[in-house]
């Protein structure tokens, strides 16, 4: 059975720090040669994870981890944090880790975020924003299973910003908060 953890307890930090959402795990660039990764969107997010320190998002005010767990194990972890600019919370990363994907579990982590900000954790935002719940992300749009999971369950696209190497397209879903509030 898997369970919703949020906030994340620090007793995961090992697997955060030992991650893997990405096929190969790791591939260096080398000039000249054209290596690349085939995903890297994945592998800057698999990087992120394994940089995070529970502990120190604990002790932010409005962030948060959220994570689905089986029998002790991290099966997939999303970062939330608050935007105080776009009045908005703020997915700054949602992923599964590689042997778990391809099983909806992205579905179950995209509506455990919105319980987490639903939560009394982020009681003091919901009386700022009209009790109504607003999640963006930002999602690289060659990565097409996120963006898939993110229309499924709702969001919206909004805008795109294009550079050099990338187009990063903003997703926005926005919901009432739950009346347990």
Known sequence: MTTVEFPLPSSYQQQIEEWVCTQPEKQAYMPGRGRFHPAPWELAVQSLIRTTRISKVARTPHEM????????????????????????FHIAYLSVRIDHQGYGLSQHLLDAC???????????????????????????????????????????????????REEIQTFIYQAPFSDQL
Do not use: M, P, W
């Not at 935002?125 to 999640?135: E, G, H």
């Open 65 to 88: 981890l959220v994570g689905l767990v089986t029998e002790g194990q991290l099966l997939a972890v999303a970062y939330i944090d608050y935007s105080s600019s776009r009045k908005a």
């Open 114 to 164: 919105v319980s987490a900000v639903q939560s009394t954790y982020f009681s003091d935002i919901a009386t700022q924003s009209n009790n109504t719940v607003k999640l963006y992300c930002e999602v690289d749009s060659r990565n097409k299973a996120s963006i898939s999971a993110l229309h499924a369950f709702g969001f919206s696209l909004v805008g795109s910003v294009a550079t050099s």
